[in-house]
């Protein structure tokens, strides 16, 4: 598990603090089986990956169902209760 934060303003996404952005936390996990993934906000199908390919590149995800996915931090406080 890594974590990472990044920016939005004006719905747009970003690697580094813009003025007035909000720091959203996001956590890297790997599923060790290589299926199986999360699929809610920030997961390989949330269109916020599509609509900003460089955040994509920066974070180096690939967007494919091989077991690692970023999820929010307090989604993964709600649902990883038990990690």
């Known amino acids: 598990m ?3 934060e990044i ?3 004006r719905g747009k996404y970003y690697g580094e603090s ?3 952005a909000k720091k959203i936390k996001l956590v890297l996990l790997r599923n060790p089986w290589g299926e199986k993934e999360w699929r809610q906000g920030w997961s390989d199908e949330d269109p916020r990956w599509k609509t900003n390919p ?3 590149n920066l974070l180096q995800n690939e967007l494919k ?3 690692k996915f970023y999820i929010e931090w307090n989604d993964f406080k709600k649902y990883y209760s038990d990690f």
Do not use: F, K, M, T
Request: proline letters at 7%; glycine letters at 20%; hydrophobic letters at 20%.
């Open 7 to 9: 920016y939005e303003s």
């Open 18 to 20: 813009v003025p007035g």
């Open 65 to 67: 169902d091989d077991g």
């Open 2 to 4: 890594s974590g990472v």
């Open 54 to 56: 460089e955040l994509r």
